[in-house]
């Protein structure tokens, strides 16, 4: 007999499989979303995850609308049937993906990829469902076991990215799922022979497939098929061909040669970000024909051409791509040229092409090439510079549902502005290039908030900018030292003879530039009559912070991905509340349809349904806001969400399988004493957090790593107990045939949560999320105070000590 009863905890291979799954579905999360990258827009990523992840959830719902548990006997059947069906789920959404991704355009493959990436997800939420409702009464080891299984998921997507790549890490996923099905089946206790032959086979052919043996053609990524991504125009308008591809957990990196115009390459990250890399002899000799020729037209040339002559010692170039601005910095006439790169992938691309581009990233002299994120790299450092560039550092690639929260970087913000600006040199420069009028009056509006903080009105500060503009860029130039009226005429008539727009541009003391600019510095508006003139034609231009550090959100209102995720969010999880209560209702008295539907407790389901939900909510409005706070500490935004998410769940299963020994043993009281706890951990860190963080920041990368980790211990395995504790109070109270369902909407509940969470970030900040979780567990608190006091006569748990255990 497998297990004895269902209040003695089942036998190692069950908590092991709950693991295995848990790790495949984070895996599967973070995995997936680098290939819907590739295929989507990056604001169609995170709808598509939203509603895939709604799988787990229905998973749950289906094992409910299944009515009774299995036979202690058959168990293991049940849950190997679920593990390989998730199994054959895994390649097959990836090669079904794929085929749509090749033959529709963007939206219709929004529509159609979907339903596809959820079938795994629901397979899972199948196995999971059933694995709480056949153990309820040992829930903490196994939701221990399912979170642990989790956080090392999300660093295991990791390390399989940067070894295999997007596509054969898919497969290997699939196959841990191939072996939790095949041990299940093979297990004594008469199992089909036929379904153990079956996983064996899927495990052979997961693992042949991760090995590289698959056919090329039918799994070849359709890059460039979508019209909204920049690689389109350079594959079919400009006839390019991909030449090198590198596939890590950053992203898809991609180098296009053209045969066309055999002096210029781009990079691409997923499809979008695209960089020039330039033919260069290597002889500084040859750079004022090449920026002659092939940058004449770019406006970020302006920034270095017009430096004071004393202010050429030093520059820091952050996000320089395929090497432009190291170019024109050689030509500029600087001398220490410190360029920081986040893409490790794009760097190694360019150094392995030193033939094409003269070797910039190859040691070139006066030229040091960092791989970082380029404002934690300024925070380390001490001395000053003349320059600092920025051009067209955009990261709005999406690398998992909680990935969307970094997928905007912290570079430009209020505190970003300030920190450049305290890092210059007297007669120091801040210059960066942007993609249209908005971003480059954000930029400005940051630069006037800024300096307004310094005590600079906004007319005496707008003697410090220019801004040159182009059909396709624009620049905006700050210095530390005011430009006088010889200097702003003499850029002006450098902006003419050059071909760019005076229309759009703007020098000080200049009357012939944007009116509205010059309006601004002759004090006839201020910067509050500027942002309202913008949002007036649709554009928000409001400073930003790190709090709320969406600067590409441009658009007035919600963004239409987050919109529609949360409305497609509130529908689907009203479902899932409300189909099974009709169900309820409908057959009353009748049997099947769980336990409590035969019972006229329908209390213990308002209850259930609200704290379960709130749970959910709370997590994931806890989760995105602490991963705000650590990614300037860690840096790569892809290590970060891997560390945060691999350290809080790792805490949480840690919490969940220590939580059935936590005093008071009853589960009710258990939930209010840690959901208490909650709310005073969180209000510590909401207010001083950014305080530890600051300090962090000032240490050593190790020291950094360790004390992210320690900083989510006591959050963390806080966070572990109250789901496990609740599924224990629901058996107690009758509800046991009902664990799915709730699992169910604890699982809409979370996804629901991330999409809020983004919501509230966006228009009031993570601080102010992370806040609304704290309502979540005070809420839970309470609810869980108030149903135990109205309850007391219809709930009488009485678990021995085995069941505890």
């Known amino acids: 007999m497998i297990v004895s009863s269902s209040h003695r905890q089942p036998d190692l291979l069950f908590p092991s499989g ?50 009774k548990a299995p036979p202690d006997k058959t168990k293991h059947l049940v849950l190997g049937r679920y593990a390989l069906l998730f199994a054959i789920a895994l390649p097959a959404s990836i090669f079904l993906a794929i085929q749509t991704g090749r033959f529709t355009d963007s939206l219709w493959a929004v529509i159609f990829i979907g339903p596809i990436v ?55 996923i699939a196959a841990g799922a191939a072996l939790v099905a095949l041990l299940l089946t093979c297990r004594r206790g008469g199992a089909p022979r036929r379904l153990a032959a079956w996983s064996l086979c899927v495990l052979a052919l997961c693992l042949m497939l991760a090995a590289g043996v698959f056919p090329q053609r039918l799994l070849e990524i359709p890059v460039g098929r979508n019209p909204e991504k920049e690689i389109h125009d350079a594959l079919n308008s400009f006839r390019g061909e991909i030449t090198e591809s590198r596939w890590t957990a950053f992203g898809r990196t991609d180098l296009v040669r053209y045969r066309s115009q055999p002096e210029v390459m ?37 920034a270095f051409e017009f430096l004071k002559p004393d202010a050429r010692d030093s520059a820091l170039l952050i996000g320089p791509g395929g090497g432009r601005d190291v170019l024109l910095a050689l030509w500029g006439g600087l001398k220490n040229i410190t360029a920081v790169e986040l893409n490790e992938d794009l760097v190694e691309l360019v150094r392995r092409n030193s033939s094409f581009n003269g070797g910039i990233y190859n040691g070139y002299p006066d030229v040091a090439v960092v791989v970082d994120e380029g404002r934690r790299y300024l925070r380390g450092q ?113 902006m003419l003879n050059q071909g760019f727009q005076p229309a759009s541009s703007f020098f000080p003391f200049v009357q012939a530039v944007n009116p509205s600019l010059l309006a601004l510095s002759s004090g006839r508006i201020g910067l509050d009559d500027l942002i309202r003139q913008v949002q007036a034609q649709g ?72 704290i379960f939900s709130l749970l959910g909510l709370g997590f994931m409005l806890v989760e995105l806001s602490l991963l705000s706070h650590f990614f300037l500490l860690l840096g790569s935004p892809t290590l970060a969400m891997a560390t945060v998410l691999s350290a809080l769940l790792g805490w949480a299963g840690l919490g969940s399988w220590l939580g059935g020994r936590w005093r008071p043993h009853s589960p009710e009281r258990r939930i209010r004493a840690v959901c208490l706890m909650m709310v005073i951990w969180l209000l510590a860190y909401a207010a001083l957090l950014p305080w530890i963080v600051s300090r962090l ?39 046991e045939d009902d664990i799915p369902w709730m699992y169910a909407v604890n699982g809409a509940s979370s996804v629901t949560g991330s999409a809020v969470s983004l919501l509230l970030a966006i228009h009031f900040g993570f601080q102010q999320a992370l806040l609304a979780g704290v309502a979540c567990y005070l809420f839970v608190y309470l609810l869980t105070h108030t149903a135990c006091e109205r309850d007391s006569d219809k709930i009488r748990i009485k678990m021995g000590n085995a069941a505890l255990g």
């Open 118 to 172: 959820c079938t795994p997800f629901a397979a899972a939420g199948l196995f999971m469902a059933e694995m709480y409702r056949s153990f309820p009464a040992v829930s903490h080891r196994l939701y221990g076991m399912d979170l642990l299984g989790a956080g090392a998921g999300a660093w295991g997507a990791v390390v399989m990215l940067d070894a295999l790549g997007g596509l054969r890490a898919h497969f290997l």
């Open 266 to 302: 781009d990079l691409y990250v997923d499809g979008t970000a695209g960089s020039p890399m330039y033919r260069f002899s290597g002889r500084r000799e040859d750079l004022p024909g090449l920026v002659e020729t092939r940058l004449a037209d770019f406006p970020g040339r302006m």
């Open 18 to 67: 709950i693991f295995l799954i848990a790790f495949s579905v984070m895996a599967f999360e973070v995995v997936v979303a680098r290939l819907l990258a590739v295929l989507l827009s990056y604001h169609y990523v995170f709808l598509v995850l939203s509603m895939a992840l709604f799988g787990l959830g229905l998973g749950g719902l289906i094992v409910w609308f299944l009515q």
């Open 539 to 610: 554009w928000d231009i409001r400073p930003v912070s790190d709090n709320r550090p969406f600067f590409y959100k441009l658009e007035n209102g919600v963004p239409r991905p987050i919109f529609f995720a949360c409305g497609a969010a509130l529908i689907l999880y009203g479902a899932t509340l409300l189909i099974p209560w009709l169900v309820i209702r409908k057959n009353r008295g009748g049997p099947g349809m769980g336990t409590l539907s035969g019972q006229p407790s329908g209390g213990i389901h308002r209850w259930g349904l609200a």
């Open 697 to 735: 920041a000032q240490l050593a990368d190790a020291w950094r790593w360790i004390g992210c980790v320690l900083l989510l211990m006591p959050v963390g395995m806080s966070a572990g107990v109250p789901f496990p504790s609740a599924i224990q109070w629901l058996k107690a109270a009758g509800g």
């Open 382 to 494: 001490s001395e000053p510079y003349d320059l600092i560039f920025l051009s067209l550092p955009v990261i709005n690639t999406t690398r998992s549902l909680e990935g969307y929260a970094l997928t905007e970087n912290f570079l430009f913000t209020l505190e970003s502005m300030r920190e450049y600006w305290e890092r210059l040199t007297g007669d120091g420069s801040l210059a960066v290039v942007g993609h249209n009028d908005a971003e480059i009056l954000r930029l400005l509006a940051l630069a006037l908030k800024m300096l307004d903080g310094q005590g600079v009105g906004t007319a005496d500060a707008m003697k410090h900018a220019y801004v040159v503009a182009s059909d396709d860029y624009l620049c905006l130039v700050l210095r530390k030292t005011a430009f006088t009226p010889p200097e702003g005429a003499q850029m002006h008539r450098a």
